[in-house]
């Protein structure tokens, strides 16, 4: 018979588990204890050692009662023996395959964290539990370990003021378009990857850039036209008003005109009526 985990498909026990493991990770990587680096076994070793939180204690009482038993046949019809139970079922880092598949991926992703190689040497202890104290043939110990390779986490360090890289000045509205680092994969640690691997992430992260320049250009430019358009818009409602003033001041002179000449009119009759009466009296 197969227990089927709590958590062992796209469950809500199983999202809950990995909400969970992020804060237990990021409260890791956080601490002090995280400075040099910590690899997966250490991280694990921690995060079990504490305790995961109410909700999603609640949350798995409730789920107990969801536990199927099934068989499990292959295909020839035999009964297929089952895995091995998690060591922890019911912390949310059940064990040490879910922390680097599920967890840690996600905070990669984030560029919250990185993976690392580094050189260091082995502490006596953990020297002793690999080798054994072994002695040689003139019955002295072994010399000190010397340094091994390791693959350690630490925390991506965040830039200050992102935004004080700029190359292009269009004026006082222009904006950057150079590419940040940290959008297209520049300074990323890949020495994990074999030689053509690493030589192809040098060209790929250059196509990144260009293309990341390429697209920050056109937005720039964009915007650029944007506010050129808007900066006519205004312009040309300006002249608009200016000409519409004018056009009433023209008016007013026009109907000015045209009052000062009909009183002129006016004054030339009344002097002509004025004349003819003085003439006829005479």
Same mark, same amino acid.
């Given at each position: ?20 493991? =992020? ?75 879910? =922390? ?183």
């Amino acid at each position: 018979m197969q227990v089927l985990k709590l958590y062992s498909r796209n469950t809500p026990q199983k999202a809950a588990a990995v909400r969970e493991g =992020l804060r237990m990770v990021r409260g890791i990587m956080a601490s002090d204890t995280s400075k040099d680096g910590l690899t997966t076994s250490q991280i694990y070793q921690i995060a079990v050692k504490k305790r995961p939180s109410p909700q999603f204690k609640s949350l798995l009482k409730q789920s107990k009662d969801s536990v199927v038993r099934v068989n499990v046949y292959g295909k020839s019809g035999n009964l297929k023996m089952s895995p091995p139970p998690p060591p922890n079922p019911l912390h949310p880092l059940k064990s040490m395959t879910f =922390l680097k598949r599920e967890v840690l991926p996600v905070l990669e992703g984030n560029k919250e964290i990185t993976l690392k190689r580094v050189m260091r040497v082995p502490s006596i202890e953990q020297e002793t539990k690999t080798q054994g104290n072994t002695k040689s043939k003139k019955g002295k110990t072994n010399e000190a370990p010397s340094p091994v390779q390791v693959y350690l986490w630490k925390t991506v360090p965040k830039p200050k003021n992102p935004s004080a890289t700029t190359e292009v000045n269009w004026g006082p509205y222009a904006k950057s378009f150079k590419p940040q680092w940290w959008e297209v994969g520049v300074n990323e640690d890949s020495g994990h990857l074999n030689r053509r691997r690493q030589r192809a992430r040098v060209e790929k992260i250059g196509r990144e850039v260009e293309l990341a320049k390429r697209v920050k250009w056109a937005a720039t430019k964009e915007q650029r036209l944007e506010i050129e358009a808007l900066k006519q818009a205004r312009e040309l409602k300006r002249k608009e008003g200016v000409d519409r003033w004018f056009a009433g001041v023209r008016i007013r002179m026009r109907q000015r005109a045209r009052a000062l000449n009909k009183v002129r009119r006016e004054k030339a009759k009344a002097a002509k009526r004025a004349a003819k009466t003085g003439t006829s009296t005479a």
